[in-house]
């Protein structure tokens, strides 16, 4: 078919027309799909203009743009290949119904302006090793991230705690992304239509965190035909079924996944439990090529209990014998496209989350803290062409949490006097609501004038919570220089403010009066295009940290005389490094990346000296390589390599006669020789995936074992009671996992 | 996230079994410092002594008195913790080389307590202070260290010094019921707890024993504390039971009202026909005491 399309001087597409017509459906499709291309901008006199083009739309048996080949745009997640189309020339070719069926990016990138781009597809996504297929796993092996042990699912990105990086499911926080005992993402890897991870300076779209953000944007699998999944490993079990209606208009999707660890483990280990699973429910209507909305519901809970194993006798690992966690989410969105190439969003959000520990220790009291919130949000975003090369984007972002809270905790420790033995036994039972309300107000210009794009941004936070109320401002600016063809310089700087966690909020026994913590991140770097289908990425950053939570013992003067003030937010801190990328993006099978962060991350309290924080690791090496040997056979391997995160030295210990209980003296904080590191992690993980047909099923069987050479890697020491002696804390040993996906189209 | 750290250490749980429980005593070992009195004006005496479980040879001792409190230094009122008792540069004060120490606590303490406080003036309610000095006090950081069978020993006790007019005491030593019969200390040999009934205690290997404290609890005092968020409030005392044995397997601490303990007795003879148990008994506030159990092995 053929089109009149009217591109602005950024090469994107205000306005298309059919001149030749295939049928309605059709027409509707292409046209929808036209509203992501990018074309390179006509030039006059070397510079980028508005203009008119005809473009022919080749259609061939299969095509995703059929009607009811792809009810969804197939070009969603693809503006970066997009982007490289060349001059003047229309997009590649969409991609296969195979290749689009789930497809899923995982992106390093910002909105506008680009920082840092990296676009995987799904083949490259679901086929790492030692990810499960899981295409979330796969952040933890691209740069700026370090190791984090057992696989926990926490990211410590950049030098920042983990704490400070925030996961968003549909532009809406949740408190999880992973499943314990190195488990799955909370949702279905089918229904995550694109990732983006930024390590640091994220748009103004978003908030509330200091450091990095993982954002996964949901869609249902394409499918014109009720489709149905199935995937069961050795630890879990799901399911996912899809049926369109309405001719391809909508779709209704429904996936669960259960974990049977519980009936595992217990041939394993004496009392201990865990357990998972969560599900996902959505429909989507498209109401015409310009409105279209969504509900997704979707749940997960993780309940580890080793309460009938306590008395360990250990002093570094008997704590929470009995976590919890859970939510619930409904997002609604309503994405409308305006005259003149605008674009309107409005999503609300409600949910509520289940948090619980539990403590029972012998010779301690039950110690117990449950928490139930209750969050509400809503976003409303709008998107204009204000101008030939300027695009503005505005947007209000409200969400508030209000958490009642059951607390059986030990009275604090008394101010002088004589402790007692571990623990007193006076307990303190609270229930109080803690609630957070964030406001926050949000303009960014993006200008794209030939070679140069610069995007800068200002996002407003009013932040209410505990003794605090404060309005913080972050401006954010990134500029995107295409020096050549194949090399762009890419600069970026801003600042990012984070309210306390409401658990260290609870009066009586953390701090209400917490100020919120605050980063200014700056980056710098190259992006080269190789020949070979190779592209690197060298990028440097440095990030200062300010305000940072450190648990204290301190008294200090309070409203009623000396008080001890458990939280204190005098932290400093600072983490620069280098980010090296090199990669091979498919093609003929074969893909792989060579991932490389050389960094330094620092902190300091109080009048202390620096010393480096806990997770700080020199080197991170990850090394993927993935091969489709034929159309049955794939073959891929992984290889990670960090330094170990540093432990401060103990200098000696003693018994402390009141406690019954020995406490170990550290060397002097900040003294060269002070600081020892963990033994340097290594771990190969290979994986083998063989695709066959079974009846109606295309079917899938993977292998993929974690730790191959079984390498003793330490995680922490664990130390006697009297820090006399200690043993490694093992990390994962070898793993084999042998899954099996059928999916039925 | 740090509790997915712990879940993710619980499910380590062979990787503890290399590590040496600590109430099973291997080796020479300071169990309890009791000081006598526990709490003192100033200008009074309290002599300190230590029980040292599992020592074979000679042991020799150093007293010392760490100007530490929680309040902050003497003298200074900087920010400072039990812990820079045992740096290199700890300016600590001698007190003695025997096995038990005397601590004379000088007059000056209150006067250095009352200026490390100045830093809280203008935050303190009119009285405050001297309610602080009189019914709380300032717990004085004694240090010992102990040099016996080639290891050196490091243990810290704190020693109350108030004006209050009804100052801490110790508990009386445990009285604990093994099995059936009670177990209280001998009048004749300090440190040891002996069958009230004048028989040995004997035990066939392998065999539990339910170790039942005293539940007449009626020696625990009441004590003002001033609370975390700067209020003086009364606590009263509880009874913490610490449990250490040459052998077997029981919980280190119980604590009223569920005190009882349970000593599974090794399974062999071995080379040591009888094994011994220390039974310490804190108050919770500084007090405490305690004595040695010594049983045999039926063969």
Same mark, same amino acid.
């Given at each position: 078919?053929r ?6 001087a950024e ?7 059919v001149?030749q017509?295939?049928d309605v ?7 929808q799909?036209t509203?992501?291309?990018r074309f390179?901008?006509?030039?006059r006199?070397?510079?980028?203009v ?5 473009f ?13 080949a792809m009810?969804?745009n197939p070009?969603?997640g693809?503006?970066d290949?997009l982007?490289? =189309?060349?001059?003047g020339?229309p ?5 296969t119904?195979?290749e689009?069926a789930g497809?899923?990016t ?13 676009t !995987? ?6 086929t ?8 979330t796993?796969v952040v ?11 696989g926990?699912g926490?990211?410590v ?8 990086t925030?996961f968003f499911i549909?532009g ?6 992973y ?7 909370v949702i279905s890897?089918?229904l995550?239509?694109?990732?983006d ?5 994220y748009?103004v ?8 953000v993982i954002?996964?944007?949901?869609r249902?699998?394409?499918?014109d035909r009720?489709?149905?999944?199935f995937?069961v490993?050795?630890?879990? =079990? ?9 001719h391809g208009?909508?779709?209704?999707a429904?996936?669960v ?12 280990v ?5 357990e ?5 429910v959505? =429909?989507?209507y498209?109401?015409?090529a310009r409105?279209?909305?969504s ?8 309940r580890f209990?080793?309460?009938?194993a306590v008395g360990s006798g250990?002093t570094?690992?008997e704590?929470?014998?009995e ?6 989410r409904i997002i ?14 409005f999503?609300?959000?409600v949910g ?6 539990s ?5 301690s009291?039950?110690?117990?803290f ?5 969050v509400?949000?809503?976003?409303l975003?709008v998107?204009?062409?204000?101008g ?14 209000s958490?009642?809270a059951?607390?059986?905790v030990p009275?604090p420790?008394s101010i ?19 609630t957070?309300?964030?406001l926050?107000?949000y303009?960014?210009?993006?200008l794209?004038?030939?070679p140069?794009?610069l ?14 109320q ?7 600016a990134t ?7 194949w090399l ?5 700087s801003g600042?990012?403010?984070?309210q306390?966690?409401?658990f ?5 026994v953390?701090?209400p009066? !917490?100020v919120p913590?605050r980063?200014?991140?700056?980056s ?8 070979a ?7 440097g950053?440095?990030?200062e940290m ?12 309070g409203?009623?005389?000396p008080?001890?003030?458990p939280?204190?937010?005098?932290g400093?801190g600072?983490?620069y490094? !280098? ?9 003929r ?5 060579v ?14 000296p620096?010393?480096?924080f ?5 080197h991170?090496?990850?090394? =993927?390589?993935s ?6 056979w794939?073959?891929?391997a992984?290889?990670q390599?960090?330094t170990g ?5 103990i200098?000696?210990?003693y ?5 019954d209980r020995?406490?170990a ?6 003294v060269?020789?002070?600081t020892e590191r963990?033994p ?6 290979v ?8 009846g109606?099923f295309?079917m899938?069987a ?9 390498a003793?890697n330490?995680?922490n020491?664990?130390?006697q009671?009297?820090?006399a ?5 093992p990390?994962i ?9 059928g999916t039925?189209? | 996230?740090?509790a ?12 503890i079994?290399? &590590?040496?429980?600590?109430q ?5 070992r300071v169990?309890d410092?009791?000081?006598?009195p526990?709490?003192?004006r100033?200008g009074e005496? %309290?002599?300190?002594?230590a029980?040292?479980?599992?020592a ?5 001792y ?8 929680d &309040?902050?230094a003497?003298g200074?009122?900087?920010?400072a ?6 740096t290199d ?12 120490a005397?601590l ?12 490390a406080?100045?830093r809280?003036?203008?935050a303190?309610?009119?009285?405050a202070l001297?309610?602080y000095l ?5 717990a004085?950081?004694?240090?010992l ?6 290891r050196?020993?490091?243990a &810290?006790?704190?020693?109350?010094? %108030?004006?209050?007019?009804a100052?801490?005491r ?13 177990v209280?200390?001998d ?5 040891l707890?002996?069958a ?5 205690l004997s035990?066939g290997?392998g065999?539990?024993v339910?170790?039942t404290?005293d ?6 005092e009441?004590?003002?504390? &001033? ?6 409030a009364v606590r009263?005392e509880?009874a ?7 052998g077997?397997?029981?919980?280190g601490?119980?604590?009223s009202p569920l005190?009882d303990?349970?000593w ?5 003879v071995?080379?040591?026909s ?5 039974i310490l008994l804190r ?5 405490s ?5 010594d049983? %045999?092995?039926?063969r």
């Open positions: 078919m089109l009149e399309l009217r591109l602005d090469g994107r597409v205000l306005d298309a027309r001149i017509s295939l459906e059709t027409d509707e499709r292409v046209l799909a509203r992501s291309m390179a901008p006509a030039e006199q070397g510079r980028a508005p203009s008119v083009i005809r022919r739309y080749r259609l061939q048996p299969g095509d995703p743009l059929i009607p009811f009810p969804e070009f969603a693809q503006a290949a982007l490289a =189309a060349g001059r020339q997009p590649p070719p969409p991609p119904p195979d689009a497809e899923a995982v992106r390093t990138r910002r909105l506008a302006g680009a920082a840092t781009t990296m !995987l597809r799904a083949e490259e996504l679901t790492v090793p030692g990810t499960f297929g899981e295409p796993r933890a092996t691209l740069p700026g991230v370090a190791r984090t042990p057992f926990l926490f990211f990105v950049r030098g920042a705690s983990f704490e400070n925030g549909d809406f926080p949740v408190p999880v992304l499943h314990f005992g190195a488990g799955p993402a890897s089918r995550v239509g694109q990732l991870f930024y390590p640091g300076g748009p779209q978003f908030g509330r965190f200091s450091a990095g954002s996964l944007e949901t249902p699998p394409p499918t009720p489709f149905l999944e995937q490993d050795t630890l879990r =079990a799901s399911a996912m079924a899809v049926a369109p209606f309405d208009r909508g779709s209704l429904v996936a996944r259960r974990s049977y660890y519980d009936l595992l483990l217990p041939l394993l004496d009392g201990v439990g865990l998972y699973g969560d599900y996902q959505r =429909a989507d498209r109401f015409s409105s279209r909305v509900l997704f519901a979707f749940g997960s809970y993780d209990d080793r309460s009938a250990t570094t690992a704590q929470n014998t976590l919890e966690y859970g939510f619930h609604g969105r309503w994405d409308y496209g305006l005259p003149g190439g605008a674009q309107l969003s999503a609300a959000n509520v989350d289940d948090t619980g520990f403590s029972l220790n012998p010779g009291p039950d110690q117990r449950a928490a139930r919130g209750y509400l949000g809503e976003r975003s998107r204009v062409p204000t030939r090369l300027l695009t503005t984007t505005l947007g209000l972002d409200v969400l508030t949490v958490l009642d059951d607390i059986r009275l420790a002088g006097g004589v402790p007692a033995p571990v623990t007193s036994p006076d307990i303190l039972s609270l229930r109080p609501r803690i957070q309300l964030s926050a107000a303009v960014e210009e993006s794209r004038a030939g140069v794009e995007t800068a941004g200002f996002r407003l936070d009013r932040l209410i919570y505990g003794n605090v404060t309005v913080v401002a972050d401006p954010r500029l995107r220089v295409r020096a050549a063809r762009s310089v890419v600069l970026a600042f990012f403010h984070q306390p966690p409401f260290q909020l609870v009066p009586g953390r701090n009066n !917490l913590q980063s200014w991140q700056s710098a770097g190259f992006e080269l295009t190789l020949p289908k190779v592209e690197a990425r060298l990028t950053y440095y990030s300010y305000n940072l939570i450190r648990t204290s013992n301190d008294v200090v003067a409203p009623n005389g008080q001890r003030n939280l204190a937010d005098d400093r600072r983490a490094g !280098l980010e090296v990328l090199i990669r091979r993006k498919l093609e099978g074969l893909y792989g990346w991932s490389y962060t050389l960094s330094r991350s620092e902190r300091t309290y109080q009048d202390r620096v010393e480096p806990a997770f700080d690791q020199t991170v090496l990850n090394v =993927a390589l091969w489709e040997i034929n159309a049955r794939r073959v891929g992984r290889f390599l960090a995160s540093p432990r401060r030295v200098d000696t210990a018994y402390d006669a009141d406690r020995f406490a003296v550290f060397a002097g904080r900040g060269a020789g002070n963990l340097t992690y290594h771990q190969l993980d994986r083998v995936d063989y695709r066959f047909r079974w109606p295309d899938s993977y292998l993929d074992i974690i730790n191959v050479y079984n003793q330490v995680e020491w664990l130390y009671y009297d820090f002696r200690r043993v490694a804390f990390g040993p070898i793993l084999p996992t042998l899954g099996l996906t039925l189209r | 996230m740090r997915l750290f712990f879940a993710a250490a619980a499910l380590c749980a062979g990787c079994d290399d &590590l040496d429980p600590k099973i005593i291997t080796a020479a169990v410092v009791i000081a006598e526990p709490e003192v100033p005496p %309290s002599r300190l002594s029980v040292l479980a599992g074979e040879g000679e042991a020799t150093r007293w010392s008195l760490c100007p530490v409190t &309040l902050g003497l200074s009122g900087a920010s913790s039990t812990g820079d008792c045992f540069g700890a300016a600590l004060l001698p007190l003695s080389s025997d096995a038990e005397t004379l606590v000088p007059e000056s303490v209150i006067a250095q307590a009352t200026e406080a100045r809280f003036e203008g303190l309610p009119p009285g001297e309610t009189r019914d709380v006090g300032i004085l950081s004694v240090v260290e102990v040099q016996v069978d080639g050196t020993l490091r &810290l006790k704190r020693v109350v010094v %108030s004006l209050n007019p100052p801490n110790n508990p009386p030593p445990p009285r604990v019921r093994f099995g059936a019969r009670w209280s200390a009048p004749t040999r300090p440190g707890c002996v009230e009934d004048g028989a040995a035990f290997p065999e539990t339910t170790l404290p539940p007449d609890e009626r020696w625990a009441r004590y003002t504390v &001033l609370t975390a968020d700067g209020r003086f009263d509880q913490y039971y610490s449990w250490y044995a040459t077997g397997s029981l919980n601490l119980t604590r005190r303990n349970q599974t007795l090794p399974g062999r071995g080379s040591r009888g094994h011994s148990l220390w108050d919770g506030h500084g007090g005491s305690g004595c040695r159990v049983v %045999s092995l039926a």
